[in-house]
């Protein structure tokens, strides 16, 4: 049942091949069976088997939709009415949410089945899982190595087949670099697509939820759920969504691919480079056309993307200080104490340097050296892509710089953990759509190919991405002793 | 050596809305602690603030009774300091581009007007409060207040003593009631007022250093706390010290200023431009709909009944500084048949006495508009004189009965009957001969003794102009 498709799966509730408890049952069996891969924070079993009465119910009733029943899970970044939302920290550990997240609250709608929450580095302030105060999380490839991050917990998950789907959320690379690390499909929208109500804030500017699926057709149903506007996200952009499924099948003849020269340049690890190769090969067979651009202020993504960010995070996180929810510090002797001793062991090390770094860029004196700058740059990066996406329709290029590293290679080296987001982290910057594809192995690890398209064109990314899956398989390898 | 003081003050002005700036949470006064604190007002992890269209609007008519520029594109901006009532660790407010800019308001000190500038106003949100009694040394935290709309106003450093400051604010006050922005009720903390203040010799052009005294909650205090400070700093340089940019707390108890933090201690707010909310984009058509229905301003209301109502600088000033009591008076006149003056005198003088001593407030009044109307039309046609017409607003006060009514029950109408009033002035000449002798050698006081008698003898209700006729000619003989 585990290796069926969102749309398969939907016909064999309705065709009562399975129920959705019989369904809901093999998936938390599974969660139990591969519990070491630490890819859930918490396991909603009751609920869970809630949900799925409730969705039988509804699918005999002939009300279902197209989630209804079929077993997922959230990133545990998401707030979940009554169930723990950690956010991969010690700080919310104890942290019950009082209300749900309006992506949340759509599959609830949707009478999909929520499994449980799941593991991500901490606050989203990491590219390899290994940030989270419950742990790391492993690669089912590999499990010496990380499945990326900070939506690693997802990506392990949707790899190994303990979700059927799940949330994502990506700031700097978070959806696309775990999908790249753990040969999954993941979509992040165009900034303002997906509410970011309930989704605890990381770089508020930047932070989008969206699809984490084992393909382009899966990660179509899911966003359909997920997008559209909420009036309670000032942010969200009130458009009418498309129908995400309905252009899947369109040629991709006279399609126009950019390939900018700096993503290719010999920084790129040349088996990377040949991977990529092969796959645009695919695209060129499919009628679309190869473009060599040029976005000459890529290079300065990563150092813009950790001035915003931090500074944005500073703010945020502010409000975890012990005084109202979340950890509080054992006897405080003063409101300073509290304070400092709250937040002292509340905090992992990342999520205290990423703190300190954008404290320190808003402070009087640095903040038009550091924010002030970083926003020109931020600018200038944006309108790099939307030069290049006069000329070409989409761009392409490498998710990552290699494929999965080792757990505890980078953990110790902040600028090396930095630098595997240097491809994902301008699409952020620029508010733009784009998403990772599986694209063929090196050394049995997953390797991601990035489609980056122009604002709101999330329909033709999944069509561009479902019609190389047509005529290719990377996506349905399973890891050995997943299947 | 003679000096000369600055101060410009900042006022936090509650504004008005039924719900809070960035949540659906109510506003009101004075519910139990934290029940009027929703998800967004406590800084959940996840939620996200949404304005509140009402609070701009407010902002933009105070812009434009102020003749301010309305700033097109206006920017929300993250204050970070941390403090527990504030519950996300930043306070939502406006810097680098605030809503309202440069304006004005011109103040009455002594009979001189004088122009001052207004700075910016800026929209932003309230803290919780701290409530540090009756918790046993812990501190309570009550977010009631977190997210109630503000409008800062700031503004310039154009007032030279503590009495233009204080005729400042009570302008401020005056007009941000007017505007129906604000309900201005200090107790409560809607209307509240920092001052920054400093002195320099007379004739010096540049500015002294400045202190900036905090929370000064009444007129009374401002005017104080501000003196109070001027001695302090004139007395510290003339001592041979010098004053440290600070900010101080003004003790009304103890009336002293004493020193909260020095401006090193201040805290580095880190403003940035709040990435949860889009620019305010506020264009021409929005403008013109809140143009539309703008209300007239004290300053042309007050015009207005000097030249429609003929009204002199006093009355038209009293009934134009509230917009509950302008509104009375001319409900009031348009609905009796009476003087503008007549009106006016009635409503400064026996409807406003009587109002202060029972404590209440124009709208609070017993006496609607339509029963003082009544009794306006009874002494404009000559039903009763004046001094009947106290009697009448008596009972109008205490009952619910019209004044006809009461006139017609106490039978006070007015004898305005010639033969009547005659038949008991020629009795009162027969019985006070002696006076009418007085009268005729030429004491002409003693005219007075007979108005009082036959209006003694007629209870008061004899038409005072027609008694007056009526004994002139009988006593000349």
Redesign the interface.
Known sequence: MHTKSLTELAQGLRSGEFSSVELTQHFLKRIKQYHDLNTYITVTEEIALQNAIAADARLASGQGAALTGIPMAQKDI??TLDIK?S?GSKM?DN?I???N?TVVEKFNQAGAVLLGKLNMDEFAMGSSNETSYYGAVKNPWNINTVPGGSSGGSGAAVASRLASCATGTDTGGSIRQPAAHCGITGLKPTYGRVS??????Y???LDQGGPMARSAEDAAILLQTMAGFD?????SVDLSVPNYSAGLNNSLAGLKIGLPKEFFSNDLNSDMAAKLETAINEYRKLGAEIIEISMPNLRLAIPAYYVIAP??C??N?????G???GYRCKNPVD?TDL?TRSRGEGFGKEVKRRILMG?YA???GY?DAY?VKAQKIRRLISDDFKNALTEVDVIMGPVTPTPAFGIGEKIADPIEMYLSDIYTIAINLAGLPALSIPAGFINDLPVGLQIIGNYFTEDRLLNIAHQYQQVTDWHQHTPKGFE | MEWETVIGLEIHTQLATQSKIFSGASTAYGAEPNTQSCAVDLGLPGVLPVLNEEAVRMAVIFGMAIEAHIAPYSVFARKNYFYPDLPKGYQISQMDHPIVGQGHLDIEVEGVTKRIGITRAHLEEDAGKSLHESFHGLTGIDLNRAGTPLLEIVSEPDMRSAKEAVAYMRKLHELVRYLGICDGNMQEGSFRCDANVSVRPKGQQAFGTRAEIKNINSFKFVEKAINHEIERQIELIENGGKVVQETRLYDSVKDETRSMRSKEEANDYRYFPDPDLLPVLIDKAFKAQIKAHLPELPQAKKLRFKTDYLLDEESATILTTSRPLADYFEATLKASKSEPKLCANWITGDLSAALNKAGFEITDSPISYERLAGLLTRISDNTISGKIAKQVFEILWQSTATADEIIAEKGLKQITDTGAIEIIIDKIIADNQDQVEQYRSGKDKVFAFFVGQVMKEMKGKANPAEVNKLLKTKLQG
């Open positions: 998401f707030c939302t956010c919310l942290f949410a009082p209300y997240a970011r109500y309930g989704m605890i804030a770089a508020s500017s009036p309670k996200d000032s942010t500074a944005e500073s703010a996180l502010s409000r975890f200080d005084v109202r929810f409101l304070y404290t808003l402070s009087t903040y924010y």
